[in-house]
């Protein structure tokens, strides 16, 4: 049964998590315990559309920008602003699959936060980073072949990374089907060896931008 709350402006009756009074008409504010799955009408798990979401947030963008609330009080002014803040947040996590796999950790209650110094468990995948971090720092821009060598550890990079978030969606999926904490295990490892990979190619774009 849907949660109710009464209307700042009317008093009437609002359905938790409805955008606008259906009495008065009015913006209400966003509801902090709605998650970003629901606030834009998504089943939650890893596997997300983004044309739908793209959608979504566009359509969200008009009803909640601030230029339509400029003439309006001070409390629907800020609750513009509030949700078009939620909005953007929700957006750029719910995008990118590696906050969205922390993000996911987080909804399931098997990690409250995200520990940016977590480490993979796996010897040879730490192993693994580590030679590539040396091959990275190896690279003298200043080559002729310095392009090359670049495009050929990214390529190795993102191949991994995509491999990564295969298994990762996999993980998840097995436990939204049934529930067993293992597979929420096996994702919080993988989202740690995404990380991996995701600070790799930051630290790779970085290089290539010193060749230009």
């Known amino acids: 049964m849907n949660r109710m709350e009464v209307c700042w402006s009317c008093r009437g009756g609002v359905v938790a998590g409805t955008a606008f009074c259906p009495t008065c008409r009015v913006i209400q504010p966003p509801d902090p315990r709605m998650d970003h799955f629901r606030y834009f009408d998504l089943n939650p798990g890893f ?19 601030p ?6 009080g001070a409390a629907e002014r800020r609750y513009s602003m509030e949700h078009v803040t939620r909005l953007n947040e929700g957006y750029r996590l719910l995008k990118d699959p590696l906050r969205r796999g922390e993000y996911l950790l987080h909804v399931t209650g098997f990690r409250t936060r995200t520990p ?32 090359v060598r670049l495009g050929a550890l990214r390529r190795q990079v993102e191949e991994g990374r995509v491999g990564e978030i295969g298994a990762l969606s996999r993980s998840f999926a097995a ?3 049934g529930g067993e904490r293992h597979h929420l295990e096996v994702a919080a490892e993988r989202v740690d060896r995404l990380r991996y990979f995701t600070r790799f190619l930051d630290e790779l774009e970085r290089k290539e931008e010193e060749i230009y």
């Open 47 to 65: 596997e997300v559309d983004l044309a739908v979401l793209d959608g979504r947030y566009r359509e969200r963008q008009q009803r909640f920008h």
């Open 175 to 177: 436990w939204f089907s």
């Open 67 to 72: 230029d339509l609330f400029v003439s309006r």
């Open 116 to 147: 940016e110094n977590s480490v993979p468990a796996d010897p040879s995948f730490l192993m693994e980073m580590m030679e590539l971090r040396e091959a990275l720092e190896d690279v003298d821009v200043k080559r002729s072949d310095a392009e």
